[in-house]
T-cell receptor
Framework: DTGVSQDPRHKITKRGQNVTFRCDPISEHNRLYWYRQTLGQGPEFLTYFQNEAQLEKSRLLSDRFSAERPKGSFSTLEIQRTEQGDSAMYLC????????????FGSGTQLSVL | AQRVTQPEKLLSVFKGAPVELKCNYSYSGSPELFWYVQYSRQRLQLLLRHISRESIKGFTADLNKGETSFHLKKPFAQEEDSAMYYCALDNYGQNFVFGPGTRLSVLP
């Protein structure tokens, strides 16, 4: 499968624990995005990378959230001290060189915080 | 602030009937707009974008800057069109702003 892959597909954790998600984009894509989606809502932008540089971060993003893309390939999203409100689908998408090219989405990681 | 609204959470039509999914936006400048679709148990994928001026699976969308709208239309709905549809706006090449989505249900 040469599409965007995300791991794990599902994560159940207890409040206060840290969680980390991984995204592997399409190999030649240099842009990578993280979105969050809750029930009944559209995807909400969290952050994006151009190669290894994190170029934008949503003002809504708590400082408990951190993302990396160390070698400009895969990316990780970490949530520290999880809260019940963090329960959501976390989507990764990659994009080719131009800003207006289409996004290719992964299947997402469903996080449930108990 | 850049924003996309989709007023209908759910739209039900009968097979063969015309369908129109509404999308309105707020944006300063020349907007780049897209429709994304998510079929059951599949990932979100691009349906069409206004810059291409193309028809995909019989769907078309016209950008109306005066009404700040980008409604998605199809003259004859098919059962396989049942899905979640999201209108999205390219936010100055930095990220995409998505609407809340409309669930289209095409009844037999």
């Amino acid at each position: 499968d040469t599409g965007v892959s995300q791991d794990p597909r599902h994560k159940i954790t207890k409040r206060g624990q840290n969680v980390t998600f991984r995204c592997d984009p399409i190999s030649e894509h240099n842009r990578l995005y993280w979105y969050r989606q809750t029930l009944g809502q559209g995807p909400e932008f969290l952050t994006y990378f151009q190669n290894e540089a994190q170029l934008e971060k949503s003002r809504l993003l708590s400082d408990r959230f951190s993302a990396e893309r160390p070698k400009g390939s895969f990316s990780t999203l970490e949530i520290q001290r999880t809260e019940q409100g963090d329960s959501a689908m976390y989507l990764c998408a990659s994009q080719g060189r131009a800003g207006n090219e289409k996004l290719f989405f992964g299947s997402g990681t469903q996080l449930s915080v108990l | 602030a850049q924003r996309v609204t989709q007023p209908e959470k759910l739209l039900s039509v009968f097979k063969g009937a015309p369908v129109e999914l509404k999308c309105n936006y707020s944006y300063s400048g020349s907007p780049e707009l897209f429709w994304y679709v998510q079929y059951s148990r599949q990932r979100l994928q691009l349906l069409l974008r206004h810059i291409s001026r193309e028809s995909i699976k019989g769907f078309t969308a016209d950008l109306n800057k005066g009404e700040t709208s980008f409604h998605l239309k199809k003259p004859f709905a098919q059962e396989e069109d049942s899905a979640m549809y999201y209108c999205a706006l390219d936010n100055y090449g930095q990220n995409f702003v998505f609407g809340p989505g409309t669930r289209l249900s095409v009844l037999p």
